[in-house]
């Protein structure tokens, strides 16, 4: 048996033991048997049997960091110990194996001293080097206690983590004087949905329960339904340990408190004493060893095709100009081509959705500014306005004559009142332009933090020079139409006729008798002619544009009586005309232009020839050295680098034993 397993199974545990070191800082599921029992339940006292190695003892929490114990033949005949820190980069500690409890006890004090904490998780390697110990590798976990909620809940917290695993095995250490199931390890340990399957229980403290009735009935009734049966071991007492008495007289001594006991002789061979748990715990880890290399090796698999997939999403290191040139061209085409996706409305979430956000906001200016007036100028209070005017400018010339000045102080007044207003919404493209850029920024230059804060900056100055010159242009735009009231688009004059024809069905409506009935052959705006069905509806349509009934009816039919009230009705209908035809070209013109200097110009080659001579790391030394790896993706790559490293490392290794 002992030459089967230094032939097959020894090097495999050399090369799981080799991959666990490697692997310390990756969650890769490694077998292994952790030592698990509450506070002085003879968890030390377990391991110093099977070892043949004191172990530091105490009576409060002696163990308060794992410790992996690697426990194996002597190396060229020199028995000895090591121990380190898990992770620590300094050479191990090398030993005397009489000497291995202090060293033990004087690196976990320097281990909780670097960490400033009273318990960690972080481990202690041991390893064993003595002439026929066992070749076992067993993790030693702290005992659980209630000494301080605070120290309870982080032995729990490294219980737990270590017991994780279908290819762990929980060693589970019970006094034999204390009830199996009510034990504060097991408590914990069953929150493993699979624990039955992979626990062996060891009932210690036979000197203290072997005169206990029912400790036979116990362990053979199997309590804890383990699919292991439970194994009865006596471990050296406190005397024994200070006077050094020889291990094969304390395995004498657990032969004799068996067989002499008559309950525990009746247990089956393999339950009975520390030679047939180290037989045991020898044949489960190698059971484990070559039944898990093969997922292990798919798990180191699975976890560097993840990190290869991590390292290839990374922007690739940048060094030469020529890769920093490549690096800024890219990331700019990005930039420019999501902002025209972005004016698309292509797969764009929706308050980036530039078309569609600008259409609406056009669309409220216009309704806001213009259409919402559209039976202005028919009402009393304008009518009024209008006749003042009219009265005013008519001087010595004919009553019935519309005096050209009034009308163009008119149309100048309220031409103004679109310039007073229209520059709002110039500000709120300009606001929603540049937040949009500023965004793109953010997605296309945060590797690049200072070539990101410069390329906002300089976004910021050319839309001010844009909306700068855009104001210009919306300017000279209305002061042509301040100064000039002049067309000669058919659209006035067809307006104009359709307002009166408007008029006349109106008046023929409302002056036929109430009980006769007739139908409007202009669309079908009114369909009965009763006055009071007439003048009851609050809206009219003419030529798609909606006017209030009432306002028409009142200001142009009832007032149509004086020459000047004639006059007025003129001046309203051609006002009305008039204001729509500027609504209509100044409308479109005003928001091609916004589109033209404050949208498209944006993917425009101007604008990427001003970025381009600006900012491109071949023309500018400034710019070259900010364009560099930032200090997060830069850590990313390192420990990505370093993890690739380790499992290829690790894999290398498990292949030595396919």
Known sequence: MELEYQKSVRPILDVYDSIRDILKKESIELPKIVVVGDQSAGKSSVLESITGISFPRGQNTVTRCPIIIQSRGPKNSEEYAEVKIEGDTKPAKKVKLEDLARALSETQTELLKLEKKEITSTGINVSLYKENSPELTLFDLPGLTYKNENLTKSIKEIIKKYTLGKETLILLIIPANVDF?????????????????????????????????????????????????????????QDELDNHVPLETIRQ???????????????????KGTENLILRLIQIQRDKLLSSKFEIRDQIAHKLNDVNKHLKALPEPIVSIFEKMNVFKTCLRKFESDFKDHCDGSNVKKELNISTRLREKFEKYQYENFQKYNSKYFADEYYNEITEITHESKGLKLANFIHSPAFHLLIKKEIKDTKNNCFSLLEEVYSYILSILVQLCDKHFNLYPNLKN???????????????????????????????????????????????????LLKNQINQPTTQSTTSNLGGYFTSSSKKDILSKKKDYIDDIEIEVDDLQNGLIAKSKSELENVVSEIQISLFAYMKLFEKRFVDYYFNILLHNIVNYFYTDEFSNI????????????????????????????????????????????????
């Not at 139409?481 to 359709?498: G, Q």
């Open 181 to 237: 199931t009510t034990s504060e390890a097991i408590s914990l340990i069953r929150e493993n949905k699979d624990f039955k399957d992979r626990t062996l229980a060891v009932i210690t403290k036979l000197d203290l329960g072997v005169h206990e009735r029912g400790l036979y009935k116990k362990i053979i009734d199997n309590e804890l339904e383990l699919k292991f049966e439970p194994i009865v071991v006596r471990n050296r007492t």
């Open 253 to 271: 001594k657990e032969r004799e408190i068996i067989e002499n006991n008559e309950e525990l002789s009746k247990l089956p061979e393999e339950s």
């Open 454 to 504: 410069a390329l906002i900056s300089e976004l910021k100055v050319i839309m001010m020079k844009q909306k700068e010159a855009t104001e210009k242009l919306i300017t000279t735009l209305l002061d042509v139409d301040l100064n000039v009231v002049f067309t000669i688009s058919p659209y006035y004059l067809d307006l104009v006729k359709k307002v009166k024809e408007k008029i006349v």
């Open 611 to 658: 970025l381009d001579v600006k900012f491109a790391p071949n023309s500018n030394t400034e710019v070259a050295n900010w364009i560099v790896e930032n200090n997060e993706i830069g850590s990313k790559r390192k420990g990505l680098d370093k993890s690739k490293k380790t499992l290829d490392d690790a894999l290398d290794q498990l292949n030595k034993i396919f």
